[in-house]
């Protein structure tokens, strides 16, 4: 912000959100360890991982319809 010709810093209005680093195995798998805790999923559930659509990169981790 410029106020009469001095430049002035603006103050962070929220904090910066703590990202959470996930590993693949060298089998090629995902470990995702907060993975209930973050979608509320329960113990048997399944899912499918879809390819992005169209121009966007991200994949999607839907659950299996039955």
Same mark, same amino acid.
């Given at each position: 912000? %410029?106020?009469t010709g001095e430049i002035k810093q603006a103050s962070r209005k929220k904090? +910066? *959100?703590k990202k959470t680093p996930y590993q693949v195995t060298a089998t090629g798998r995902l470990t995702i360890s907060d993975f209930? *805790?973050?979608t509320g999923a329960k113990e048997? *559930?399944?899912y %499918?991982? *879809?390819s992005p659509r169209g121009r966007s990169? +991200?994949?999607r981790l839907v659950p299996l319809g039955s």
């Amino acid at each position: 912000m %410029v106020d009469t010709g001095e430049i002035k810093q603006a103050s962070r209005k929220k904090a +910066a *959100e703590k990202k959470t680093p996930y590993q693949v195995t060298a089998t090629g798998r995902l470990t995702i360890s907060d993975f209930s *805790e973050l979608t509320g999923a329960k113990e048997g *559930e399944t899912y %499918v991982l *879809e390819s992005p659509r169209g121009r966007s990169k +991200a994949w999607r981790l839907v659950p299996l319809g039955s």
